[in-house]
């Protein structure tokens, strides 16, 4: 869940510190007070991009840092293994947005980048606003939203093997009834494979020779280093002849326990920088300058680079080439059989795949018929109890999606034909329509955090009192911040906090308050009557607190 949100200098905040509590919350003001921009910021910390329009104007820079408390599982530890930190409990996000439009981001102080955001941002929050709406209206998410419902990543598994290697097998195929099998092409395909075909190098090869004749390249300098070294450490008056004369003289007085201590640590240390010395020359003394073996390394290296400037600069890269070379030989040579053998292949696995296409969609349609009610339920409870819901299925030719096309369809209307959805409902029975299916799919997401960026647009009265209770019951699982300018919605939530716009010196500040008792009465008033509050409104606002 999100406990807190500073934000600091961002669009007509110019500071703001608020603390979210668990159920569900409301954020209600007049129009442009600043409602919209918390939820931006909150996008901000989710990975949306930052721009320098963003920062307060005259300031410097944005401030905008939530902390979040997630529970663990295995799909978060993975996406914050993926971005390269240690999962916690307890995330704080911190973005500054510079005015040059710049932006730092740190999660839990480790700097990341704005695609690390996106990674861990549906683990959570997920805000839904009208543009979400209409990504749920889209015919080409339908499939998505089904699949999500179903949550069964089994059958998908198994269909993609299959369908990858279908997918390659028809690849193969095509290459090889694509490719020149002239005389003059095989001839030049042997000739590039005799080069690479007794290549036996690996990586670690090729550095270590590289650094073998490094070493070589500057034998002349380090030989006069080394030699040098020798002089001052083991020769007469050298500096280990000069630390064991000290020690000698420190022996006399070992006995007092004020120099024990050090002399013995002196005592090992002299041994231990003998051994290393020792280790200095024995490496100094396996050096040689061999310039036959010179020669033939830069000649080993030289042909290697030659390789790695035609065919890739790793030696994967190297027999990548090396095996695609002998499979177009081989497939010149052998081509009826090698087309053959690969149509009995492909022959294979489109039978796999549409097996397995088909009991994903066998599982499809039992999913949808139990999707299909559970809308219907949700929209008879939000006044629609005369709407139809219906998902269609269309059998299509295998692809990534199996062999499914649905389209999630209406009758807004008893007798009304079922068309899609985005062509038959009005303004407010989009927002009751997108509601219901938000409330089902939410529940299959390990996202803690809904926020509603008013959602409830084009219903009043009675509808809004019922979505309202909609967000109340999602709330019990998920921590639900909704902006509504509706108080029929509003009376549902724990918790109401009041944005407010003011003027000043030619500025606009916003600020934020949690209302209480008869503070929150007032606010509601002033959703029902507007900022001139009536003793009546204020007796209504006490009847839907209290209903």
């Known amino acids: 869940m999100l406990k807190s949100l500073y934000i600091s200098s961002f669009i007509i905040i110019d500071e703001m510190q608020v603390d979210f509590h668990e159920g569900m919350s409301v954020l209600t003001g007049e129009t442009g007070a600043g409602k919209s921009i918390i939820i931006d910021a909150i996008g901000q910390l989710c990975g949306q991009r930052s721009s320098a ?43 500054e947005i510079h005015a040059n439009g710049k932006s730092n981001i740190k999660v839990n102080y480790h700097p990341v980048t704005n695609s690390a955001l996106n990674i861990i941002a549906p683990y959570l929050i997920h805000i839904h606003s009208q543009f979400e709406t209409q990504t749920i209206f889209s015919i080409k ?36 009834n694509e490719v020149d099998m002239s005389d003059e092409r095989i001839e030049y395909y042997q000739s590039q494979y005799d080069e690479l075909k007794d290549l036996e190098y690996t990586d670690e090869d090729i550095e270590n020779l590289e650094h073998e004749v490094e070493i070589m390249k500057n034998y002349e300098k380090l030989n006069a280093h080394i030699r040098q070294f020798d002089h001052l450490v083991n020769d007469n008056h050298g500096v280990l002849e000069q630390l064991q004369s000290a020690i000698d003289e420190l022996n006399s007085v070992k006995e007092y326990d004020d120099f024990k201590e050090d002399y013995n640590q002196l005592y090992n240390t002299f041994y231990s920088l003998s051994d290393i010395v020792g280790s200095i020359m024995q490496s100094y003394e396996g050096i040689d300058f061999d310039e036959y073996r010179f020669n033939e390394i830069n000649e080993e290296l030289f042909q290697i680079q030659r390789l790695q400037r035609k065919y890739g600069y790793s030696m994967k890269a190297i027999y990548k080439a090396r095996d695609e070379l002998k499979e177009k030989i081989d497939a010149s040579l052998h081509r009826d059989e090698m087309l053959e053998e690969l149509e009995r292949e492909k022959e294979k696995y489109y039978k796999l795949a549409y097996d397995a296409a088909t009991s994903w969609h066998q599982k499809r349609q039992e999913c949808a018929l139990e999707f299909e009610k559970r809308i219907q339920q949700q929209l008879t409870d939000l006044y629609l109890d005369k709407a139809r819901f219906h998902i269609a299925f269309e059998e299509t030719e295998l692809s990534k999606d199996g062999m499914d096309k649905v389209v999630f369809t209406v009758s807004m209307n008893a007798g009304q034909a079922f068309t899609p959805l985005n062509e038959s409902a009005s303004g407010g029975e989009i927002s009751r329509v997108m509601l219901a299916i938000k409330i089902i799919t939410l529940n299959q997401m390990s996202v803690d955090t809904v926020i509603f960026d008013e959602v409830d647009t084009g219903v009043s009265g009675k509808v809004a009192d019922a979505i309202g209770q909609k967000m109340k019951m999602l709330s ?13 919605v509003a009376v549902h939530a724990t918790h109401h906090y009041a944005l407010h716009k003011e003027s000043e010196d030619n500025e606009t500040y916003t600020s934020i ?35």
């Not at 419902?149 to 028809?170: F, G, N, T, V």
């Open 53 to 95: 329009q963003l920062v307060r104007q005259g300031q410097e820079k944005a401030i905008i840092e939530g902390i979040f408390e997630i529970d663990e599982n295995d799909e978060v530890v993975k996406a914050f293994e993926e971005i390269g930190l240690d999962f916690d409990n307890d995330i704080i996000i911190h973005k």
């Open 141 to 176: 998410n339908h499939l998505t939203i089904l699949d999500r419902y179903i949550a069964d990543d089994y059958l998908k598994d198994d269909y993609l093997q299959y369908y990858r290697k279908y997918r390659e097998i028809l690849k193969k195929i095509k290459d090889i």
């Open 476 to 488: 019990a699982d998920k921590q639900v911040i909704c902006i509504t300018h509706l108080p029929q």
């Open 513 to 547: 308050q949690e209302v209480k008792g008869e503070e929150r009465v007032s606010e509601i008033a002033k959703m029902l009557s507007g900022d001139s509050i009536t003793e009546e409104a204020l007796n209504n606002a006490r009847s839907l607190l209290n209903h």
